[in-house]
């Protein structure tokens, strides 16, 4: 790499894949005739692979390659595979091409390695054959796995009913050839394949040894409690060690320690081993090509203030390249890393942009249907419980249906050009895909069916994973007759469908960002840097939100003057509008154009806006528990925090300071964990330490948190003599006000369940770590935005993984606290992220909005207004006409949620797409079995 920031100038070299991609048809007639078999490393190792191959089964572009096990590329021999070709697509005559381009920016997204647990010989991997990694795991759980879905032994090829999983397999150590971090991810996926692991097999005894379970995110700790809830599951705190193996059953010996029986060994069928992340293998050239500088770990060095910017302008990071992250964040890192890069190149906006063209959509209504049946293995979700060749095979003995066919992942690109392909080949004029949630792949099936010059509502969606295979995955037989049910009421409801058309909208160019937060105020930046008007409006009297009440952070970032500087930037922006004070009094409208009306010290305003973003951040829960409220020796973390800050005496000085985490959350009434407790109870911790070196200081934790790269700050606090002691929910903390040798302390009592006894520490302070909680007002924004709250009253995404700062509300999305507790570069990535989201609607001229509206036949319609009473979207008015008042649907406003449909008394109003005729039609085809 050459260059500066705006002219990099880049030499890649491409390996030659000795195939001619243009001919090559994916076929794998080349993979069948191949003699060369090795371990194939994207299956782990676990199976087998050809020299020539597909690398894995959703590939793109889904061709084959040759690699280097070749014989003809090592020895000159054999050449079975081109003469077996009958595309021509095998090319030896290829060779490594350098290709030169020019970029103005650079974002790294290389992803992470996983740790090899070989280097640790207490593991026993690569030696004992059932001891396998939560990689090699998550393979045999996959329908395009070794063993395509079940999970078997390597062994002698039965099913495991009893499984071990070993976590911090090389994280959490600083023993050499292991890392000091937390990988972050572990616990969770951990939680995942024991859950599926009992979905294969009900009987199966699953048992976990960890050594604190780290349920930090969102509905983690429901996640975990399910887990742990399920039978024949155990949950063990313990240190563990692979001792041996059987000679002849092969089964796998592990070693644990127990607090009433000492150290125990036990037999397992076998044993994963829950491997943590390594940055990428070529991390250190990486550096070296591109001038950025690296974190002690390997992973790429960033600010607190900006995790995504490297140490080189220019080039930025996002995934777990910046540390390991779970896929919700590396998704708004990703976005972040384009909003980045938009303020970046700002002024070369759209130079390059091409419009995409449809071919002339066909009018086919007049035509008797032709029905185009498509079964999706869906992987094992589908395939191993639904019999699809069978579902295919009566598929085609439904009315109307010309042609039907079963495919591994519908969803995957050659399967799409496969429909596309199809419907040119075989004449179709409607579609049915059976497969998964609409939720998440409708749009891309509808986009499928525009290439082919149908109109996209000649589209219908039979859903056969979530509410037949997934619910039904114990009944293999019911689970196939229903799932052909489900399709012959889709095929009954597609001879129905009508052509509708999409309704063009102007964008309205400027943004509301409610919430004037570290997020807040971030969004509001990136968006106004990309050319945007922002409409910043806060609640308080001053910018800041919950970070003016934050000092330093673990890493020794100054907050406050961290702050004054994010909120002069602000202030400064000639395309920023703050509105402090505020108090939003209604919302109207609808994607590319809201109208929010709201009093602010500016007095009563009405703004135009085509994007919002909700940043409202958090609250902090008010202990009603450990003598808080009664005794002033007893603070919140946040309290004892601005207190170290202010330099208070009786703080600094104390000779003993207890913390007890979890205080108001992981309960029945909040049952979740706060994400941030642990770090800050730690950092308040280490700050009194190097303040007054003699303090006693202890933690009461039911599980320490510090994932990620807090890790090494916990290591910290346990050699600098803060203690940690664990506690149970049913044995919680007790705190009294007494007197020791005279004076007056606070004595918290608990049970130590290493020593077997009752402790007492007599404290000068006291501090809890208080849960932290939704705002209050988070209900009466989500009602004027037409946004969803979850169960802990956070704001609920439109999908927890794959669109982690959109709501299902379009045009509307979400970043920081107000999404769920997190750590500052957490909440500024997402602002990142959300700006990116907003921007890339506020960059087009147009939006377009669904053709599944809702429509007024006038002469059934008696307007008694039912039907706006119904209306939360107020998509319906009313209007004088001839003959009388009537109801009128505005589409542009309109969700075609239905309800006004079905509150109509004379049925006035239909929705289109899902007309009585369609909805009946399935009904009769359901009770015609």
Same mark, same amino acid.
């Given at each position: 790499?050459?260059?500066?920031?705006?002219d990099f100038?880049?030499?890649?070299?491409?390996?030659p /894949?000795?195939?001619?991609?243009?001919?090559?048809?994916?076929?794998?007639?080349?993979?069948?005739?191949c003699?060369?078999?090795?371990?194939?490393?994207?299956?782990?190792?676990?199976?087998?692979n050809?020299?020539?191959h597909?690398?894995?089964?959703?590939?793109?572009?889904?061709?084959?390659?040759?690699?280097?096990?070749?014989?003809y590329?090592?020895?000159? $021999?054999?050449r079975i595979?081109?003469?077996?070709?009958?595309?021509?697509?095998?090319?030896?005559?290829?060779?490594?091409?350098?290709?030169?381009?020019k970029?103005?920016?650079?974002?790294?997204?290389?992803g992470?390695?996983?740790?090899?647990?070989?280097?640790k010989?207490?593991?026993g991997?690569?030696?004992?054959t059932?001891?396998?990694t939560?990689?090699?795991?998550?393979?045999l759980l996959?329908?395009?796995?070794?063993?395509?879905?079940?999970?078997?032994?390597?062994?002698?090829?039965k099913?495991?009913?009893k499984?071990?999983?070993?976590?911090?397999?090389? +994280?959490?150590?600083?023993?050499?050839g292991?890392?000091?971090?937390c990988?972050a991810?572990?616990?969770s996926?951990?939680?995942?394949?024991?859950?599926?692991?009992?979905?294969?097999?009900?009987?199966?005894?699953?048992?976990? @040894?960890?050594?604190?379970?780290?349920?930090?995110g969102?509905?983690?700790e429901?996640y975990?409690?399910?887990?742990?809830?399920?039978?024949?599951?155990r @949950?063990i705190?313990?240190?563990?060690?692979v001792?041996?193996?059987?000679?002849?059953?092969?089964?796998?010996?592990?070693r644990?320690?127990?607090?009433?029986?000492?150290?125990?060994e036990e037999? @397992?069928?076998?044993?994963?081993?829950?491997?943590?992340l390594?940055?990428?293998?070529?991390?250190?050239?990486l550096?070296?090509?591109?001038?950025?500088?690296l974190?002690?770990?390997g992973?790429?060095?960033?600010?607190t203030?900006?995790?995504?910017?490297?140490?080189?302008? *220019?080039?930025?990071?996002?995934?777990?390249?910046q540390?390991?992250?779970?896929?919700?964040?590396?998704?708004f890192?990703a976005?972040g890393? *384009?909003t980045?890069?938009?303020?970046l190149?700002?002024?070369?906006?759209g130079?390059?942009?091409r419009?995409r063209?449809?071919?002339?959509?066909?009018?086919?209504?007049?035509?008797?249907?032709?029905?185009?049946?498509?079964?999706?293995?869906c992987?094992?979700?589908?395939?191993r419980?639904?019999?699809?060749?069978?579902?295919v095979?009566?598929a085609?003995s439904?009315?109307?249906? !010309?042609y039907?066919?079963?495919q591994?992942?519908?969803c995957?690109? &050659?399967s799409?050009?496969?429909?596309?392909?199809t419907? #040119?080949?075989?004449?179709?004029n409607r579609? !049915?895909?059976?497969?998964? +949630?609409?939720r998440?792949?409708?749009?891309l @099936?509808?986009?499928?069916?525009?290439e082919a010059?149908?109109?996209?509502?000649?589209y219908?969606m =039979?859903?056969?994973?979530e509410h037949?295979?997934?619910?039904h995955?114990?009944?293999?037989e019911? +689970?196939?007759?229903?799932?052909?049910?489900?399709?012959?009421?889709s095929?009954?409801?597609a001879?129905?469908? #009508?052509?509708?058309?999409?309704?063009?909208?102007?964008?309205?160019?400027?943004a509301?960002?409610?919430?004037?937060?570290?997020?807040?105020?971030t969004?509001?930046?990136?968006?106004?840097?990309q050319?945007?008007?922002?409409?910043?409006?806060?609640?308080?009297?001053?910018?800041g939100?919950m970070?003016?009440?934050l000092?330093h952070t673990?890493d *020794?970032?100054?907050?406050?003057?961290?702050?004054?500087?994010?909120?002069r /930037?602000?202030?400064r922006?000639?395309a920023?509008?703050?509105?402090?004070?505020a108090?939003?009094? %209604?919302?109207?409208?609808?994607?590319?154009?809201?109208v929010?009306?709201l009093?602010?010290?500016r007095?009563?305003?009405e703004?135009?806006?085509g994007?919002?973003?909700?940043?409202?951040?958090?609250?902090?829960?008010?202990?009603?528990?450990?003598?808080y409220?009664q005794?002033?020796?007893?603070l919140?973390?946040?309290?004892?925090? %601005?207190?170290?800050?202010l330099?208070?005496?009786?703080?600094?000085?104390?000779?003993?300071?207890?913390?007890?985490q979890?205080v108001?959350?992981?309960?029945?009434?909040?049952?979740?964990c706060?994400?941030?407790?642990?770090?800050?109870?730690?950092?308040?911790?280490?700050?009194?330490?190097?303040?007054?070196?003699e303090?006693?200081?202890?933690i009461?934790?039911?599980?320490?948190?510090?994932?990620?790269?807090?890790?090494?700050?916990?290591?910290?606090?346990s050699?600098?003599?803060?203690?940690?002691?664990?506690?149970?929910?049913?044995?919680p903390?007790?705190?009294?006000?007494t007197e020791?040798e005279? /004076?007056?302390v606070?004595?918290?009592?608990l049970p130590?369940?290493?020593?077997g006894?009752?402790?007492?520490?007599?404290?000068?302070?006291?501090?809890?770590?208080?849960?932290?909680?939704a705002?209050?007002? &988070?209900?009466?924004?989500?009602?004027?935005?037409?946004?969803?709250?979850?169960?802990?009253?956070?704001?609920?995404?439109?999908?927890?993984?794959?669109r982690?700062?959109?709501?299902?509300?379009?045009?509307?999305?979400?970043?920081?606290?107000?999404?769920?507790?997190?750590?500052?570069?957490?909440?500024? &990535?997402?602002?990142y992220?959300?700006a990116?989201?907003?921007?890339?609607?506020?960059?087009?001229?147009?939006v377009?909005?669904?053709?599944?509206?809702?429509? !007024?036949?006038?002469d /059934?319609?008696?307007?008694?207004g039912?039907?706006?009473? =119904?209306?939360t979207?107020?998509a319906?008015?009313?209007? #004088?006409?001839k003959?009388?008042? $009537?109801?009128v649907?505005?589409p542009?406003?309109?969700?075609?949620?239905?309800?006004?449909?079905?509150?109509?008394?004379t049925?006035?109003?239909?929705l $289109?797409h899902f007309?009585?005729?369609?909805?009946?039609?399935?009904i009769?085809?359901?009770?015609a079995?």
């Amino acid at each position: 790499m050459e260059g500066d920031v705006g002219d990099f100038q880049i030499t890649l070299t491409r390996k030659p /894949r000795y195939i001619i991609e243009d001919r090559c048809t994916g076929c794998t007639t080349c993979v069948e005739y191949c003699p060369v078999e090795y371990p194939d490393k994207f299956n782990q190792e676990i199976s087998d692979n050809k020299a020539v191959h597909i690398y894995f089964a959703q590939a793109i572009p889904l061709i084959a390659y040759i690699d280097e096990s070749c014989i003809y590329l090592k020895e000159k $021999k054999c050449r079975i595979c081109e003469a077996v070709c009958q595309a021509d697509a095998i090319d030896f005559r290829q060779k490594p091409e350098k290709m030169d381009i020019k970029v103005g920016a650079i974002v790294l997204a290389t992803g992470y390695e996983t740790y090899d647990p070989s280097l640790k010989k207490e593991y026993g991997y690569g030696e004992l054959t059932n001891v396998v990694t939560s990689m090699g795991f998550e393979r045999l759980l996959c329908a395009t796995g070794p063993y395509e879905g079940e999970i078997l032994r390597g062994s002698d090829l039965k099913h495991p009913h009893k499984i071990a999983w070993i976590q911090c397999v090389g +994280s959490r150590r600083v023993t050499p050839g292991d890392n000091s971090y937390c990988s972050a991810v572990c616990c969770s996926y951990t939680q995942k394949q024991v859950i599926l692991a009992k979905d294969h097999d009900a009987g199966a005894q699953c048992t976990v @040894f960890h050594n604190d379970i780290r349920a930090y995110g969102k509905d983690f700790e429901r996640y975990y409690q399910r887990t742990s809830e399920l039978s024949d599951v155990r @949950f063990i705190r313990s240190y563990t060690t692979v001792s041996r193996e059987d000679p002849e059953t092969k089964n796998v010996f592990v070693r644990y320690s127990t607090p009433d029986e000492g150290v125990k060994e036990e037999e @397992f069928d076998m044993v994963v081993l829950s491997v943590g992340l390594n940055p990428p293998a070529d991390h250190k050239k990486l550096s070296e090509q591109l001038g950025i500088e690296l974190t002690d770990h390997g992973f790429c060095q960033a600010a607190t203030t900006n995790p995504i910017e490297t140490t080189r302008r *220019g080039v930025y990071v996002c995934g777990a390249f910046q540390g390991p992250m779970d896929i919700p964040e590396s998704v708004f890192t990703a976005s972040g890393a *384009g909003t980045q890069v938009g303020e970046l190149l700002d002024y070369r906006r759209g130079g390059l942009t091409r419009e995409r063209v449809y071919p002339a959509e066909k009018d086919v209504s007049g035509e008797k249907p032709k029905i185009g049946v498509f079964v999706c293995h869906c992987g094992s979700n589908i395939g191993r419980v639904v019999d699809v060749p069978n579902t295919v095979e009566y598929a085609l003995s439904l009315p109307n249906v !010309v042609y039907a066919q079963e495919q591994l992942f519908s969803c995957a690109t &050659n399967s799409a050009k496969q429909i596309t392909d199809t419907i #040119k080949e075989k004449g179709l004029n409607r579609v !049915v895909v059976a497969a998964c +949630s609409p939720r998440t792949l409708e749009p891309l @099936f509808r986009d499928t069916l525009r290439e082919a010059g149908l109109n996209q509502y000649y589209y219908d969606m =039979a859903n056969i994973r979530e509410h037949c295979s997934w619910v039904h995955s114990k009944e293999q037989e019911e +689970s196939t007759r229903k799932a052909q049910d489900i399709i012959r009421m889709s095929v009954a409801r597609a001879g129905h469908l #009508k052509p509708l058309q999409e309704i063009d909208l102007p964008v309205n160019k400027a943004a509301l960002v409610v919430g004037g937060g570290l997020a807040g105020m971030t969004c509001a930046l990136s968006i106004a840097n990309q050319g945007h008007e922002v409409h910043l409006v806060e609640k308080e009297p001053d910018l800041g939100g919950m970070a003016r009440r934050l000092h330093h952070t673990l890493d *020794g970032l100054d907050v406050q003057a961290y702050l004054d500087d994010l909120v002069r /930037r602000v202030y400064r922006h000639p395309a920023i509008h703050v509105y402090a004070n505020a108090q939003i009094t %209604e919302a109207t409208g609808y994607v590319g154009n809201f109208v929010t009306k709201l009093k602010s010290d500016r007095g009563t305003s009405e703004i135009k806006h085509g994007a919002a973003v909700v940043a409202t951040g958090v609250d902090v829960y008010k202990p009603t528990e450990y003598l808080y409220g009664q005794d002033e020796r007893v603070l919140t973390h946040l309290e004892l925090e %601005e207190r170290i800050a202010l330099g208070d005496e009786a703080v600094t000085g104390a000779q003993t300071l207890v913390m007890i985490q979890c205080v108001g959350c992981r309960n029945e009434e909040r049952n979740y964990c706060s994400r941030v407790c642990c770090s800050e109870s730690i950092k308040n911790a280490l700050k009194l330490k190097e303040i007054n070196p003699e303090m006693d200081i202890y933690i009461l934790f039911r599980d320490i948190r510090t994932y990620g790269m807090l890790e090494d700050y916990y290591r910290e606090a346990s050699a600098k003599d803060i203690k940690f002691i664990r506690y149970e929910p049913e044995n919680p903390p007790q705190v009294e006000a007494t007197e020791e040798e005279g /004076r007056p302390v606070l004595q918290v009592s608990l049970p130590d369940y290493i020593l077997g006894q009752e402790l007492a520490i007599g404290a000068d302070i006291v501090t809890l770590a208080a849960a932290v909680v939704a705002r209050e007002d &988070n209900k009466d924004i989500s009602q004027l935005f037409k946004v969803s709250l979850g169960p802990d009253n956070f704001f609920k995404e439109a999908h927890v993984k794959l669109r982690p700062v959109d709501f299902a509300t379009d045009g509307v999305y979400l970043c920081g606290t107000a999404h769920y507790p997190k750590h500052i570069p957490e909440a500024i &990535n997402q602002a990142y992220g959300a700006a990116g989201r907003a921007v890339t609607l506020l960059s087009n001229d147009i939006v377009t909005v669904s053709g599944s509206v809702c429509e !007024v036949q006038e002469d /059934r319609c008696m307007g008694c207004g039912a039907c706006a009473q =119904a209306c939360t979207y107020g998509a319906i008015e009313f209007r #004088k006409t001839k003959k009388g008042q $009537k109801a009128v649907v505005n589409p542009v406003i309109c969700k075609g949620d239905g309800l006004c449909n079905a509150k109509c008394p004379t049925g006035a109003i239909y929705l $289109k797409h899902f007309t009585d005729d369609e909805l009946m039609s399935q009904i009769d085809a359901m009770t015609a079995a």
